[in-house]
């Protein structure tokens, strides 16, 4: 079976929103706005296009810190899987579907600030691989320190 992985890089829409499953794990959402801009009809200079807009999940310690780090409007590139959900809507009764990215890395953007990083500390934290996968204590949070316009 394979996975198709995608990378984005854009802008929050809007801060983190965090929640918490039945048995107490957390899972941060974000909506990540890729702006595009396109050649106008007559060739002769550039328009605004339709956004693109991605919806992602973090789940675990990643979600932590993206719910800590990230405010709408900065710069992020998001890595991970493209998933589908499927359910039945519980008014209509009919099949739906939705797709999302289920975040293996979330990444402040360089290109428009400075960031210093900081090791998460979390009491949470134990030695070995957690339920992401990922070596227990290497995640960082990133603090924006200045942001630089064009």
Known sequence: MSTTVIT??????????VRFTPIGRQVTRIRVIENRR???EDGAGWEDAEPNAFPVQAWGALA??????????????????IVT???TDKDSGQQRTSQHIT??????????????????QRASQQQGPDADGAAAGVEAVVAVVEHHAD
Request: net charge negative; charged share 30%.
């Open 85 to 87: 959900d499927r359910w």
């Open 64 to 81: 932590e810190n993206v719910a800590e780090s990230c405010r709408k409007g900065d710069r992020v590139t998001v890595t991970g899987p």
């Open 8 to 17: 984005v890089t854009g802008n929050l829409a809007e801060d983190p929103e």
């Open 103 to 120: 975040a293996t890395d979330v990444a402040m953007s360089l290109q428009f600030h400075t960031a210093q990083m900081t090791k998460a």
């Open 38 to 40: 396109r050649r106008t």
